[in-house]
Each structure stands twice: as C-alpha cells, then as structure tokens.
C-alpha cells in the first residue's frame, strides 16, 4: 500500500518504507559553531541551531523504525589534494581551508570542527558520507551504499539549505531518487536563500522533488510504527 505523506506541490509518496533513508547533510561544527568555517566567512552561525531539536525527533523516529540513516560531512584530506585552490581561496576571508582555527584545521577530515555537532551524533552503523565537494555524490561512495540498500527515495535535511542541500537534491534527482526536503529541518544563514530554495525545489510540478514540514512526515511514520506493533 502506498504511503502518502501531505507535502508541496503534492503529497509524496513511498512505496514502502523499506525504500527511503533520512539525510543529515553537514551538521557539523565547522559550520555550526563559533570558529568554524562558517563563521570564518562571516555568518551568524547562531542561525542553523534552530533545526536542531526537528532534526533530533526525526532520528529517533527514523531509529525507532530501523530505517537508514545518512550523515555526510564536508571535509578534506590533511594535504588538502582533493581541494581545488578555487575553493582555498574563495571568499577572501582570514581563515581559509586548512588554516588553524578555535576548532582545529578549517575543513580538514578529523579535526575536531569537523565532527558532527554531539547533539546529532552518529550510532554505530549509520552511515557517513566524507564529501570534498557541495554536493554528496560528487567523488564519493555514496551511490554504491544507495544501490547495496535499494534506496531510491531520500529525505532531506541538514544545511546550507540554498547549497550543500539543495546541490546534493539535484545530483539525486539526476539519478532518478524521489527527493523530499522537510522544511523546517534545513536552514540558511540567510532566510531569504532558505525561502528561494524551497520554491525552486517545488517549482514546476516538483521538478527537483517535493517539500514538507517534519510534523507532517513524523505523523505518517510514527501512525506506521503504532500499525507496526
């Protein structure tokens, strides 16, 4: 039976429940925290904790059921070989990728500012997705561990909503996976980016895939863990 989840431009539907994974994409604290990247940029980093408590009741629903559990992270090797100088360079700010900051080096893979921030930290077995670029299929091994769980519906959360969000929903829509994002579980350091996203997401009878709030989709999941038991 087809499970029905009220979202825009219309309701998104699952075929079953043994399809579909939960994305947390970068929340970590180089983008969250004081003395990370993001604030080396200038941002008010404040901002992206507001999706915190959302995200946290989407985990233990999406645990409570067994289902997939998809973390990725931004970062680079220590050599910074899989960083194109562009990227260094971009933003003209005093901290770039790979300086030493509050938080360790700024973007580099094990760094402390590179963690998950500890509210949302990861359980043995859930899956980590270490990406170099915006987008998580991008020179990762994220596609291999899609097909190994016949994963082909995705839920979106995590920021920046306007770029390692929506960049990531767009290679997945490419490949085929019916994409949705809960709203009020991605954020921007600015909200008018959020907002923009979000139309163009759902613009043109879903053409990057559909958009919901969280309360939405936990009512449907949490009405099938009660018809479960």
Not at 118 to 125: I, K, S, T
Not at 192 to 207: D, H, L, N, P, V
């Amino acid at each position: 039976m087809m499970i029905n989840i009220p979202a825009q431009p219309y309701n998104y539907e699952l075929p079953n429940l043994s399809n579909v994974a939960l994305v947390i994409i970068d929340m970590q604290r180089d983008f969250l925290e004081p003395g990370g990247f993001g604030a080396a940029l200038g941002n008010d980093v404040s901002r992206l904790r507001s999706i915190v408590p959302v995200l946290k009741q989407l985990l233990i629903t999406f645990r409570q059921l067994n289902l997939p559990i998809i973390y990725t992270i931004e970062g680079h090797k220590s050599d910074l070989s899989d960083c194109p100088p562009s990227k260094i360079h971009r933003g003209n700010c005093q901290l770039k990728i790979g300086d030493i900051g509050p938080l360790g080096r700024i973007l580099v893979l094990g760094e402390p500012g590179n963690a998950i921030i500890p509210e949302l930290e990861p359980l043995p077995g859930e899956i980590i997705i270490n990406k170099p670029g915006k987008g998580a299929f991008y020179n990762t091994d994220l596609p291999d561990k899609l097909s190994e769980q016949k994963i082909t519906h995705l839920i979106f959360t995590g920021v920046t909503t306007e770029v390692c969000v929506q960049t990531t929903m767009r290679e997945a829509n490419d490949r085929g996976f019916e994409c949705l994002l809960i709203e009020d579980a991605t954020e921007s350091y600015f909200p008018e980016f959020k907002q923009a996203t979000i139309e163009m997401i759902r613009s043109q009878g879903g053409i990057v895939g559909w958009t919901t709030k969280a309360e939405n989709l936990l009512q449907v999941l949490q009405n099938l863990s009660l018809s479960i038991k």
